[in-house]
C-alpha cells in the first residue's frame, strides 16, 4: 500500500499561536556529536516475527495483559473520521484499526502485551488454515460458538456470502487479493456479486457444511493466511445487508457493537453480550465502552492528550500521529515518555531512480554513495519520525535483516569521494539529474537538502516543484522526463511478496504500475516467479530477502533512506497499549482503562 | 487587514476647505512672507517632526539594506542558500541548531535555520528584499491605477461615474484574504501545467495579480472624491473657458492637487502590502523554498517555536520595526502636507 499519510499530501499549516514565554532557547543540544550531526545508531533487528501461529495459539481466551482491569471507557480522539465502517471497503490504517473493535476476520495478529511479539492466529478459524493442492486450495474451520451482535450464529456462509459481497460494483476501496486470486485480474466481469441472485460456484468458493470454508485459487498462495486478516473476510449477515447503506451499520461480531453513529462527529461502541471470549484468542476487550470523537483538529488533538484533563485522561488516537509542531515537546519532555508509542510503520521511504533514463548502474551506485540520509532524516524531525533505513524492505517484514552494500551506516551524511570516483568510472563526471518533487513545505526542504548534496558530488541536480496532488501520476508515466524521485511504499502484510513484486517486476510496466523505478531485469522476473510458487513461508521470506538485497546491490534502482516511525501519545489513564507493525497503528486489543 | 484609507479620507477632505489658505497646493495663494512654495512649507513641517525624521531613516535603512543586499552578504561572508547548518553539522538529529540561542555564533551572527541550516541574517536581507520588491509592486501598480480610475470617474461624472462606482464597490466587497488564499493556488495552476517546473516569475506575478485587483479600489474612491469637489473650483473652471483640454485640466489642474493624497495613501499601503504578501508565503500560497521570504521565514519560525524561539525574533521584530516605522511615517507625511488634521 502506498504511504497515504498526510505527510505527503499537502499539509495546511498550522496557525500556531506564538507563545513567548521564554526569552531566549536553550539550543537543541548535541545529542549525536561529529559532522553531519545525525544518529547513526544501527538499526534494531525488531522482536516482532510475523510468523503462523499454531491452533494452539489460536483458541482464546485471549493472554492477559498484566495488571489490566475491566471497566472504564476509552475516549478515542480522531482527526478525520472513518470513510468506511464497511469491512468489505476498509484498506487505510485508521479503518484498519477500528475495525478490530467489531469485526472478527478468518485470521487476525496477535500481538503480545509483553514481548511485543506478533503472530498470525486464527480469529474466527481454528487456525491460520490448511494448505492443499500445492497452496492452490485453502481450507478454514470456524471455531464453535461465534455469534453475530443478535445472538444468530456465524456460519460459512456468511464469510462466503461477505466474499461474494467484494464483487458487489459499489465495493472499490478494499484491497483486491482475494478476488483476483479466485477469479484472476479481471473478476469483475466474470462474477458481479450477490444482488444479482448468482452465487460463487463451489468449485471456486465451496462450503461444505456450516463450518467450513474451502478457497480454490487460480495460483498458490502461500501467504493466503496473511490476506485473510484483512477486514474483507469478516463476516455480513444477509439478511442485514442492505448494500452501500450497510457502511453505516454494520453488524458486529466482535466485543463491541456500535451504540451509535454520527459520521464525522461521534462512534460509540459498547459491549456486544453475543460475544464470546472464550473463542477469541487476541481481543482482551476490558473497556466497557469505546468513544470516538471524529473531525479533531491538529495541533490542539495532540495538545488535548498531552494536557490530559478530564476525559482526556483516557484519551487515545489510534491510527493517527502526533502533530509534528509538538514533537520537540513530546520528545524532549520525560513526562511523555511513558505514554508515548514510537515504532516502525510498513513503509520505506525510496529515492527512485529512473533506470530507463539512468541506464549505467555505476551512476545509480553513484547517487546512493552521495545520497544525504542523516540531513535527511533532520529534515524529517529527527529519529522519532523515522529511522536510517538502508534496506529496501522494512523491519515489519518477516525475515528482515540488516544490510548495507553502500557503507551508509558508516557514512550517513553520504559520500561524495566515493560517488566521484564511481562517475569518473562510468566516464560522466557531471551527470545531469532532473528530480521532480511534492510541492510541499515539507519536500521543499528535503529536495533541497538531497541536491545540496548530490551537487557535492558532481552531479548537475535540477529541481522541478509536482503538485502534490498529482505527483505519483505524473512519476508513474514510463515515458516521464525524470531522474530521480522519492516515493514510499508499505506492505499490506509481513512478508515480501507485497513488496517485491508490485515495485520490481519490469514485466507489463505501463503507467501507474508501482515499479516507479522502472526496473526490468531478468533475474529479478524469473525469480520472482520461483519464489511464488515457494510453499513454505519461512524459505519464500529468506528468498524475498535475498532478492531484495541483489536488486539494492545489482541494479541500485532505488536507494531507501528512511524507515517511517510511528510517534503518538496516549492518556496517563490508559494502560496495555500496543503497537501493531503490521498496519501501523494501535492494537486497540489489549488497551485498557486503570482504575 | 484593514486599508487605511479611512482616516486618510477625512484628510482628504480637509484640505479642500474653502478658506484658501496660502499653503494650499497648486492656488498659488498669496505667498507668505518669506515666500516659500507650499513643498518647502511640508518639509519645514516635517523637519520638525521628530518622530517622522526617525521613521524616515529606519524606512531608509531597510529600503538601503533590500537594495543592498547581495552587498551586505558578500561583505557578511555568507550567502542565503547554502546549508551551512547541514554541512558544518550545526544542527541535531532532530534539525534543531545545537547552539543555544537558534545557533547564533560568531560565523553566524543571527544564528542558523532549523532543518536547513541557512544563515539567518542571509536569509533576512534577501526576505526583506523579496517581499519588499513584489509589495513595492503592488503599490506602485494600484496607486497608478486607483489614481487613473478615480480620476477619469470624478472627472467624466454621470453614468459613466455611477457604473464606475458600482465597478470598485463591487470589487470591495470581497474579502481580500479569503480571496487572496484561494485564488492564488487557482492563478498558479492556471500558468503552470501539472507535471512541469513553474517559472521562477510565476508565483511574484500571481502574488503581485491578487493583491493588486482587490488592492486599487480605495484610493481610486478617495481620488474621485477629491475631483469631484475640485472640478467645480473656480480654476478648474477658468481653465475650462479658456478652452483647456480635459487631458490639460486633469494633468495640469487636478492631478498636482492630488499629489498629496497620493503620497499619503502610498506610504500606507506599502507595509500593508508587506504584511499581506508575507502572510500568503507564510500560508503556503506565497513565495516558496528556497527563494528568501519574510512570510517563510515565519511558516519555518511557527513550525519550531517550541524548540528554537529565537528564529523567530529576527523576522518578527525587523517586520514590526518595519510596519510601525512606515505607518508613522505615513502619518507624519499627511501631517506635514496638511496641517490641519487633527490627530
Not at chain 1, 524521485?485 to 511478496?497: E, K, L, M, Q, V
Not at chain 2, 477619469?152 to 466587497?173: C, E, I, P
Request: net charge neutral; glycine share 8%; aromatic share 10%.
Amino acid at each position: 500500500m502506498r504511504n497515504s499519510r498526510v505527510r505527503l499530501g499537502a499539509a495546511a499549516v498550522a496557525v500556531a499561536a506564538l507563545s513567548l514565554t521564554a526569552a531566549c532557547s536553550s539550543g537543541g543540544g548535541d545529542d549525536t556529536g561529529g559532522k553531519g550531526g545525525a544518529s547513526s545508531k544501527p538499526t534494531k533487528a525488531p522482536v516482532p516475527n510475523y510468523g503462523l501461529g499454531t491452533a494452539a495459539d489460536s483458541t482464546g481466551p485471549a493472554k492477559a495483559v498484566p495488571g489490566a482491569v475491566k471497566g472504564g471507557t476509552v475516549h478515542d480522539l480522531d482527526q478525520a473520521g472513518f470513510d468506511y465502517l464497511d469491512p468489505a471497503q476498509q484498506y487505510v490504517s485508521d479503518q484498519l484499526s477500528v475495525s478490530l473493535l467489531y469485526a472478527r476476520t478468518l485470521t487476525a495478529y496477535k500481538i503480545d502485551p509483553t514481548t511485543k511479539k506478533t503472530v498470525l492466529v486464527g480469529d474466527l478459524a481454528t487456525d491460520t488454515g490448511k494448505m492443499s493442492d500445492g497452496g492452490k486450495t485453502w481450507t478454514y474451520t470456524l471455531k464453535s460458538g461465534l455469534k453475530f451482535e443478535d445472538g444468530t450464529p456465524i456460519t460459512s456462509k456468511d464469510i462466503k456470502y461477505s466474499i461474494e459481497r467484494l464483487f458487489a460494483d459499489f465495493e472499490t476501496q478494499g484491497p483486491q487479493y482475494i478476488q483476483s486470486w479466485l477469479y484472476g485480474p479481471d473478476y469483475r466481469k466474470l462474477y458481479k456479486g450477490p444482488y444479482s441472485g448468482q452465487e460463487i460456484p463451489a468449485n471456486i468458493l465451496d462450503t461444505p457444511d456450516d463450518k467450513t470454508v474451502v478457497f480454490h485459487f487460480k495460483d498458490a498462495h502461500a501467504d493466503a493466511p496473511y490476506a485473510m486478516a484483512m477486514p474483507v473476510t469478516a463476516p455480513v449477515p444477509k439478511a442485514k445487508d442492505d448494500k452501500a447503506a450497510y457502511n453505516n451499520h454494520p453488524v458486529s461480531s466482535g466485543p463491541y457493537k456500535i451504540a451509535s453513529y454520527k459520521p464525522g462527529k461521534s462512534l460509540v461502541f459498547v459491549r456486544n453480550t453475543n460475544w464470546d471470549p472464550a473463542t477469541d484468542p487476541i481481543r482482551n476487550a476490558y473497556p466497557d465502552s469505546w468513544n470516538f470523537s471524529l473531525g479533531i483538529a491538529q495541533p490542539g488533538l495532540t495538545q488535548r492528550i498531552m494536557a490530559g484533563s478530564g476525559d482526556d485522561k483516557y484519551a487515545i488516537d489510534l491510527s493517527g500521529v502526533a502533530d509534528p509542531t509538538q514533537m520537540a515537546a513530546l520528545t524532549s519532555d520525560a513526562q511523555y515518555k511513558s505514554r508515548t508509542v514510537n515504532e516502525y510503520q510498513p513503509y520505506v521511504e525510496t529515492l527512485d531512480i529512473n533506470t530507463k533514463r539512468i541506464t549505467d548502474p555505476k551512476v545509480r551506485q553513484a547517487i546512493a554513495y552521495a545520497f544525504p540520509m542523516s540531513q535527511v532524516q533532520q529534515v524529517f524531525g529527527g529519529a522519532a519520525q523515522g529511522d536510517l533505513g538502508t534496506t529496501l524492505l522494512s523491519p515489519t517484514i518477516a525475515g528482515w535483516k540488516d544490510f548495507d552494500p553502500f557503507g551508509k551506516k558508516a557514512k550517513p551524511a553520504g559520500d561524495p569521494e566515493k560517488a566521484k570516483a564511481l562517475l569518473k568510472e562510468a566516464g560522466n563526471e557531471h551527470p545531469t539529474l532532473v528530480f521532480p518533487y511534492a510541492n510541499t513545505p515539507r519536500w521543499q526542504k528535503i529536495s533541497l537538502t538531497i541536491a545540496n548534496n548530490l551537487e557535492k558530488a558532481g552531479f548537475k541536480v535540477v529541481r522541478k516543484a509536482i503538485d502534490p496532488t498529482s505527483y505519483y501520476t505524473v512519476v508513474g508515466k514510463v515515458n516521464n522526463q525524470y531522474d530521480i524521485y522519492r516515493t514510499g511504499w508499505g506492505a499490506d502484510w509481513p512478508n515480501a511478496s507485497t513488496v517485491v513484486p508490485p515495485t520490481m517486476d519490469g514485466r507489463n510496466l505501463q503507467d501507474g504500475t508501482n515499479n516507479y523505478s522502472f526496473l526490468n531485469d531478468d533475474h529479478i522476473n524469473t525469480e520472482i516467479d520461483r519464489i511464488k510458487a515457494i510453499t513454505d513461508l519461512t524459505k519464500q521470506a529468506d528468498e524475498w530477502r535475498t532478492l531484495s538485497e541483489y536488486s539494492l546491490q545489482h541494479d541500485t534502482a532505488q536507494v531507501p533512506f528512511l524507515f517511517d516511525k510511528y510517534f503518538n501519545i496516549y492518556g496517563t489513564g490508559l494502560g496495555g497499549v500496543t503497537y501493531n507493525s503490521v498496519t501501523g497503528t494501535i492494537n486497540a486489543s489489549t488497551v485498557f482503562v486503570k482504575q | 487587514m484593514t486599508s487605511p484609507s479611512q482616516a486618510a479620507a477625512d484628510a482628504g477632505d480637509l484640505t479642500l476647505e474653502p478658506e484658501g489658505e496660502p499653503g494650499t497646493p497648486g492656488n498659488k495663494g498669496t505667498p507668505e512672507l518669506a515666500g516659500r512654495t507650499p513643498r518647502q512649507l511640508a518639509w519645514l513641517r516635517f523637519k520638525r517632526d521628530r518622530v517622522g525624521v526617525i521613521c524616515a531613516f529606519v524606512v531608509g535603512f531597510f529600503i538601503l539594506v533590500a537594495a543592498a543586499a547581495p552587498l551586505i552578504v558578500k561583505l557578511y561572508g555568507k550567502n542565503a542558500y547554502d546549508l551551512y547548518g547541514q554541512d558544518d553539522g550545526l544542527l541535531n538529529s532532530s534539525g534543531i541548531p545545537i547552539k543555544p540561542n537558534g545557533g547564533i555564533s560568531s560565523d553566524h551572527w543571527f544564528g542558523v535555520e532549523p532543518a536547513l541550516g541557512r544563515d539567518v541574517l542571509a536569509l533576512l536581507v534577501y526576505g526583506i528584499r523579496t517581499s519588499l520588491l513584489i509589495a513595492l509592486a503592488v503599490t506602485v501598480i494600484s496607486v497608478a491605477t486607483g489614481v487613473l480610475f478615480g480620476l477619469t470617474q470624478g472627472y467624466l461624472s454621470g453614468k459613466t461615474d455611477y457604473f464606475m462606482g458600482r465597478l470598485s464597490d463591487f470589487m470591495l466587497a470581497f474579502p481580500q484574504q479569503l480571496f487572496f488564499i484561494a485564488f492564488s493556488p487557482v492563478a498558479i495552476s492556471l500558468l503552470v501545467n501539472p507535471g512541469e517546473q513553474e517559472s521562477w516569475w510565476v508565483r511574484p506575478f500571481v502574488l503581485i495579480s491578487v493583491q493588486f485587483i482587490l488592492g486599487w479600489m480605495s484610493i481610486g474612491r478617495l481620488v474621485r472624491a477629491q475631483v469631484l469637489s475640485l472640478r467645480e473650483r473656480e480654476f478648474v473652471e477658468a481653465a475650462r473657458i479658456s478652452g483647456a483640454s480635459s487631458w490639460r485640466i486633469i494633468s495640469k489642474e487636478l492631478l498636482p492637487n492630488l499629489w498629496s493624497t497620493i503620497l499619503v495613501q502610498a506610504t500606507l499601503l506599502l507595509p500593508v502590502f508587506v504584511t499581506a504578501e508575507a502572510g500568503l508565503s507564510f500560508l503556503g500560497v506565497g513565495i516558496l523554498d528556497p527563494t528568501p521570504d519574510w512570510g517563510l521565514m515565519f511558516q519555518t519560525g511557527a513550525n519550531n517555536y517550541q524548540s528554537d524561539i529565537t528564529f523567530m525574533f529576527f523576522p518578527g521584530i525587523a517586520m514590526v520595526i518595519f510596519v510601525v516605522a512606515f505607518n508613522l511615517l505615513g502619518d507624519s507625511v499627511r501631517d506635514a502636507l496638511d496641517p490641519k488634521t487633527l490627530r
